[in-house]
Protein backbone atom coordinates (compact mmCIF):
# COMPACT_ATOMS: atom_id res chain seq x y z
CA UNK A 1 0.00 0.00 0.00
CA UNK A 2 1.28 3.43 -1.22
CA UNK A 3 0.72 6.28 1.31
CA UNK A 4 0.60 9.62 -0.13
CA UNK A 5 1.71 10.91 3.15
CA UNK A 6 5.05 9.49 4.21
CA UNK A 7 4.10 7.59 8.08
CA UNK A 8 0.52 7.56 8.59
CA UNK A 9 0.63 3.67 9.73
CA UNK A 10 -2.27 3.37 12.02
CA UNK A 11 -4.68 5.13 14.47
CA UNK A 12 -2.65 5.19 17.90
CA UNK A 13 -5.70 7.57 19.47
CA UNK A 14 -9.13 8.00 18.86
CA UNK A 15 -10.71 10.44 21.18
CA UNK A 16 -14.53 10.37 22.75
CA UNK A 17 -15.46 13.95 23.79
CA UNK A 18 -18.07 13.95 26.78
CA UNK A 19 -20.00 16.03 29.25
CA UNK A 20 -19.53 12.59 32.41
CA UNK A 21 -16.32 12.11 32.23
CA UNK A 22 -16.92 9.86 35.63
CA UNK A 23 -19.44 7.82 33.78
CA UNK A 24 -18.09 7.29 30.91
CA UNK A 25 -14.59 6.08 32.29
CA UNK A 26 -16.38 3.69 34.25
CA UNK A 27 -17.87 2.02 31.51
CA UNK A 28 -14.26 1.51 29.44
CA UNK A 29 -12.78 0.01 32.93
CA UNK A 30 -15.14 -1.57 34.04
CA UNK A 31 -18.04 -2.62 31.78
CA UNK A 32 -15.43 -3.30 29.20
CA UNK A 33 -12.36 -4.22 31.04
CA UNK A 34 -10.16 -1.37 29.86
CA UNK A 35 -7.02 -0.74 31.34
CA UNK A 36 -6.54 3.15 32.25
CA UNK A 37 -2.93 4.59 31.11
CA UNK A 38 -3.46 8.37 31.54
CA UNK A 39 -6.00 10.06 34.22
CA UNK A 40 -6.19 13.54 35.19
CA UNK A 41 -9.14 16.07 36.16
CA UNK A 42 -10.64 16.33 32.28
CA UNK A 43 -9.36 12.72 30.93
CA UNK A 44 -8.70 9.34 30.85
CA UNK A 45 -7.08 7.24 28.74
CA UNK A 46 -7.65 3.72 28.35
CA UNK A 47 -5.78 1.18 26.00
CA UNK A 48 -6.90 -1.52 23.85
CA UNK A 49 -4.39 -3.61 22.39
CA UNK A 50 -4.12 -1.78 18.95
CA UNK A 51 -4.95 1.78 19.67
CA UNK A 52 -6.03 4.17 23.06
CA UNK A 53 -9.24 5.55 23.84
CA UNK A 54 -8.76 9.40 25.14
CA UNK A 55 -11.96 9.98 27.05
CA UNK A 56 -12.02 14.25 27.42
CA UNK A 57 -14.06 16.17 28.95
CA UNK A 58 -16.06 18.73 26.54
CA UNK A 59 -14.63 22.04 28.25
CA UNK A 60 -11.40 20.74 27.23
CA UNK A 61 -12.20 19.69 23.77
CA UNK A 62 -12.77 22.83 21.81
CA UNK A 63 -8.58 23.43 21.57
CA UNK A 64 -8.33 20.30 19.55
CA UNK A 65 -10.75 21.28 17.21
CA UNK A 66 -11.11 24.76 16.70
CA UNK A 67 -12.07 26.52 14.90
CA UNK A 68 -14.46 24.07 14.62
CA UNK A 69 -17.00 23.76 17.61
CA UNK A 70 -17.25 20.71 19.58
CA UNK A 71 -21.10 19.16 18.78
CA UNK A 72 -23.72 18.77 21.26
CA UNK A 73 -24.39 14.89 22.33
CA UNK A 74 -28.28 15.40 20.64
CA UNK A 75 -26.40 16.34 17.46
CA UNK A 76 -26.50 12.75 16.30
CA UNK A 77 -24.11 10.13 15.47
CA UNK A 78 -20.89 10.98 13.96
CA UNK A 79 -18.60 7.89 14.07
CA UNK A 80 -18.81 4.28 14.84
CA UNK A 81 -16.12 2.59 16.82
CA UNK A 82 -15.73 -1.13 15.78
CA UNK A 83 -14.36 -3.67 18.38
CA UNK A 84 -14.11 -7.36 17.13
CA UNK A 85 -14.69 -10.06 19.30
CA UNK A 86 -14.73 -14.33 19.11
CA UNK A 87 -18.44 -14.56 20.33
CA UNK A 88 -20.76 -11.43 19.74
CA UNK A 89 -23.66 -13.36 21.49
CA UNK A 90 -21.75 -14.12 24.58
CA UNK A 91 -20.95 -10.61 24.56
CA UNK A 92 -24.13 -9.20 24.25
CA UNK A 93 -25.50 -11.02 26.87
CA UNK A 94 -21.90 -9.30 29.00
CA UNK A 95 -23.45 -5.87 27.74
CA UNK A 96 -27.08 -6.48 28.81
CA UNK A 97 -26.16 -7.80 32.30
CA UNK A 98 -24.35 -4.35 32.50
CA UNK A 99 -27.01 -2.66 31.62
CA UNK A 100 -25.21 -1.49 29.07
CA UNK A 101 -27.68 0.70 25.86
CA UNK A 102 -27.95 -1.92 23.19
CA UNK A 103 -28.97 -0.03 19.84
CA UNK A 104 -29.61 -3.19 17.56
CA UNK A 105 -28.32 -6.47 16.88
CA UNK A 106 -27.19 -9.24 17.43
CA UNK A 107 -27.39 -8.79 13.39
CA UNK A 108 -25.61 -10.86 10.72
CA UNK A 109 -24.09 -8.57 8.23
CA UNK A 110 -23.95 -9.45 4.49
CA UNK A 111 -20.36 -8.84 4.88
CA UNK A 112 -20.05 -11.94 6.98
CA UNK A 113 -19.99 -10.53 10.84
CA UNK A 114 -22.91 -11.04 13.50
CA UNK A 115 -22.76 -7.42 14.98
CA UNK A 116 -23.97 -5.34 17.97
CA UNK A 117 -24.46 -1.79 17.99
CA UNK A 118 -24.52 -0.27 21.55
CA UNK A 119 -24.03 2.89 23.46
CA UNK A 120 -21.55 4.44 25.94
CA UNK A 121 -22.80 6.75 28.91
CA UNK A 122 -21.58 10.12 26.43
CA UNK A 123 -24.17 8.91 23.80
CA UNK A 124 -20.87 7.31 21.30
CA UNK A 125 -22.16 4.58 19.27
CA UNK A 126 -20.15 1.19 19.38
CA UNK A 127 -20.15 -1.75 17.74
CA UNK A 128 -19.24 -5.09 18.29
CA UNK A 129 -18.33 -7.87 15.51
CA UNK A 130 -17.99 -11.20 15.37
CA UNK A 131 -16.18 -12.62 11.98
CA UNK A 132 -18.44 -15.35 10.59
Known amino acids: MSHVIKGLNKIEVITFFVEDLAATRAFY ?8 VYSDDVSAVVKLENLMINILHTDKADTLVEPRPVAAAEAGTRQLFTFEVADANAVFEELKAHGVTILNGPTDRPWGRRTIS ?3 PAGNVLEIAQVL
Do not use: A, K, P
Request: charged share 35%; no cysteine.
Open 118 to 120: FLD
Open 29 to 36: EETLGLEV
